[in-house]
């Protein structure tokens, strides 16, 4: 079946530090890949997707590369800021069928970051 | 353009009584979802909703749980009798057309007590 596995946190970085949280999927065919974010207080907002091999999705200094032979879409980005102090999603959604619409979520990862 | 909003937004109840939640999804998004998070763990699908009818509910955890959607519009989700491990946050989804991004609503926290 589907599922998504995440880095667990929390994740605490200074200021411009580099950020990568892990993830990694299982799931037959080829899925569509996203990263959510929740700011707090929030609702969960769509940060970026990939949906196919090699697709990278990028958005607001973000990335992830939609890795089919590590099965993976690890989140990068260069330098963090105070106001990306959040909790990150990892998340798939299958290939099609009355399923379709279903996204698989990982556990999340809080990340925090300090002036 | 409003974005997916949820009743309430907290909620405390004790077990054994009725609680209903309800959606509003993005005008014009015949795609509504419902998933929960449950404290330290994954978000979790409930169901889909393609305009009133139920695409998808192999997510619903047991019989105590109802959803509708009635017109179309807005959606219930309804848990009776609440037990203890119905706590944890409950998301509203909405989207265009199935393939499309989800727009998530700000949750519903329920604690059963």
């Known amino acids: 079946g589907n599922s998504v596995t995440q880095m667990e946190g929390p994740v605490t970085l200074s200021e411009e530090a580099f950020l990568t949280i892990n993830c990694t999927y299982t799931a037959t065919g080829y899925p569509s890949l996203f990263w959510y974010v929740q700011y707090p207080g929030e609702g969960l907002q769509l940060l970026l997707k990939?949906?196919?091999?090699?697709d990278k999705g990028s958005n607001k200094g973000f990335e992830a590369t939609y890795r089919k032979e590590t099965t993976s879409f690890h989140l990068e980005k260069g330098s963090v800021q105070v106001s990306d102090s959040a909790v990150y999603f990892c998340a798939l959604r299958g290939e099609g069928g009355s399923t379709l619409g279903r996204l698989y979520f990982g556990r999340g990862t809080q990340l925090t970051v300090w002036p | 353009e409003a974005g997916v909003t949820q009743f309430p937004s907290h909620s405390v109840i004790e077990k054994g009584q009725t609680v209903t939640l309800r959606c509003d999804p993005i005008?014009?998004?015949?795609?509504l979802y419902w998933y929960r998070r449950v404290m330290g763990k994954e978000i979790k699908f409930l169901l889909h909703?393609?305009?009133?009818?139920?695409?998808?509910e192999s997510g619903m955890p047991n019989n105590r749980f109802l959803a509708e959607r009635t017109g179309g519009t807005y959606s219930t989700l309804k848990v009776q009798p609440a037990e203890l491990e119905d706590s944890g946050v409950y998301f509203c989804?909405?989207?265009?057309?199935?393939?499309?991004?989800?727009?998530f609503g700000p949750g519903t926290r329920l604690l059963v007590l």
């Open positions: 990939a949906t196919k091999a090699d």
């Open positions: 909703f393609v305009k009133e009818s139920k695409q998808d």
């Open positions: 989804a909405s989207s265009q057309v199935v393939e499309g991004a989800q727009y």
């Open positions: 005008s014009g998004h015949d795609n």
